[in-house]
């Protein structure tokens, strides 16, 4: 593993606890699916049956599917610490981060080193799963109350893009990048930071107070006692023999005045290789009075060893106590079988758990075989009692195997693959957008990320030049051997996309003359990724407009929750009918000949559109689609006249007189039914005292509707 020094305004490198041991992007993604589905759950009273337990006192004791009290060894140890924090944290000496270095990206498998995989989908495909998205029922959670930059404004992870975590309090928002963490008001305003946990938890013995913080941070509110909670881990090498989680929790409401109460707690004092990967922190009430924190992470030694659970003595740390007690238990690939990731349930809002309530953990796999169709959701209880320690247990077993397996509606497990985490499929290639941006961020310094956002912001805003065919095959060849000659090795899918964006390769040379000539192929596939996204979004736009059109023009068209008889404006029915057959009029050419002075009259308008449609659609065939067609209107002798004209072949002199039989038609068979003059004939006489004329020669079919102004 090769290290790299940074420096902290360089936003090109991503720490290695940012990106180098997990991929936060993704496991969030992981973290909230699995919140979804406790809350799911829960409403469903799955945890009252899978996981059925007893109401305990301050032993918290369940009864139901679980192992007794006693059966299983736990891991009894204590922090180290406090180390008071009694200084506000705007006076901190500024201690620098650790040295970034080469990410290593750890999961329950060994995967890829994020190269692209070997599959891809259309856009076609993409768009229709975009578009299904549509129909689904709008949610009715409210909007943010309030949205500002936080910590990637100023980049003061020295991250690009930067993994956040924060919380939110009643006077303040706590945000923890990597690497530092800085406080806001509840209006955005930054109160003090960026902190490094290098100086924050500078005090302390050991890699949290020697430097060595890696990152991996998590902040949260304790809304039961009104205090702050700010961990990450900390050790001087992987692989190593010194891994710590550092934790630090307010003595007060306020994060920033504090006083703080800092703790260490070494990961596994029995097996001291191995690291604690992704820690994820959670609050639970029980065990009955103070409640724990619990907090879970992956074991690498370096490869995948299992899932180590801890539960922390909330209310000896929250007093500032020395060596709260800790029980921990590790939970063996045996216990897991294809999980990893355990993530504990964590009590916000709402009503809390009742008294003797154990925690619970829940995961899915994450197995050998990519893309693999999961059905199944596993469950932990963790009995804690800090009381008499060894009558804690976790799962059952001595392996600790979860207390249910919990049947779901299947879905496809998508956050690793064999390339590891480049799993976002781009449009018709078989690259996956993650590949480069993890790519980038180990190639590029800040002053080529900046050269390479202008140049994506300079490409965004051109649009598809109006080429001909041959030119714009012609552009299309110079950019791909352009591309191929400078190592973008599917170059020919590439550009099609920085054609109809107006680029050429004189500006690709230019946009890339400040990038390492390493980092070409990975920033220009990057690129015409976000034109590929922005042209899809386009359509996207286009098609909900144009849905939006068609179903005013169907209200319109039927009259919707309106009476049958009343006056009408008779362009709006024109013009709903040229809408809905709008998919027929793309090849032609529709002239309107409107006199917008003509009155409204009195008329069943979901009639008379029925009588636009047979006619215009009966002018479209005529022209078989690619002719011209002119609708007009006009105000004559008390009558509204409405005109359809064709420039088609024009109906044959010696079936003109036979137009208005029923079942006669010109078209060919199963095409026509020679009802639809017939129909519009009645319309317009019997029901609205008009009449229906027509005329015809080669190239010019005319047809006319007279409708008396005061109606029938």
Known sequence: MKKKSASQSAPARRSLGEGGFFNLRVLIGLFVFLAGVFLALLGFGAFSNALAQGKGTKNNSSTTNQASPGTQTPDVVQMVGPVRLEQDLRSLPYVAP?????????????????????????????????????????????????????????????????????????NHYVEAINVAFKVFDKNGNGLTGPITYNSFFAGLPGPCGSSQNDGDPFVFYDHLADRWVITDFAFPSFPGSSFWECIGVSQSPDPVAGPWA???????????????????????????????????????????????????????????????????????????????????????????????????????DSPLNENTTLTQVKGWLFHVDFVTPTNSTLGLTANHNPNALITVNGFVEAWTNAANFSIVPQQGTSDKIQTYLCNLSKLLEGEHWQSLLDAAQEAAEGKNPDLDHLTRSDRADSIANWLDSHGVSNAWDLAPTFVNAGLDSAWLAKATAQLPPTSYADALCWLEARLNLKSLVGQIEQSTGRIGELVKAVKSYSYMDQSPMQEIDIHEGIESTLIMLGHKLKNMTVIRAFDRSIPRIPAYGSELNQVWTNLIDNAIDAVKGTGKICVGTSFEHDQVVVEIVDDGPGIPPEVQSRMLEPFFTTKSVGTGTGLGLIISNRIVGDRHGGEIEFESKPGETRFKVRLPVNGK
Do not use: H
Request: hydrophobic residues 40%; negative net charge; glycine residues 12%.
């Open 262 to 364: 800092l703790y260490a707690l070494q990961i596994d004092p029995a097996n001291i290789t191995q690291l604690g990967d992704y820690p994820k922190f959670a609050l639970w009430n029980n065990p009955q009075p103070g409640g724990a924190y619990f907090f879970t992470v992956n074991l690498f030694n370096p490869s995948f060893q299992g899932v180590r659970a801890f539960a922390l003595d909330r209310a000896a740390m929250l007093a500032g106590q020395p060596n709260p007690t800790v029980i921990a238990f590790t939970v063996p690939i045996a216990g897991l079988g294809d999980s990893y990731s355990m993530v504990a349930a964590t009590f916000r809002t709402g009503t809390a758990p009742p008294a003797g309530r154990d925690e619970f953990l829940l995961d899915v």
């Open 98 to 170: 650790k040295p970034e270095f080469e990410e290593r990206i750890l999961t329950r498998y060994p995967r890829g080193t994020g190269q692209a995989g070997d599959y891809g989908t259309s856009g076609l495909a993409y768009v229709q799963g975009l578009l299904k998205s549509l129909w689904r029922p709008a949610p009715t959670m409210p909007g943010p109350l309030l949205t500002f930059e936080g910590g990637a404004e100023t980049q003061f992870c020295g991250c690009a893009p930067p993994d956040s975590d924060g919380d939110v309090g009643p």
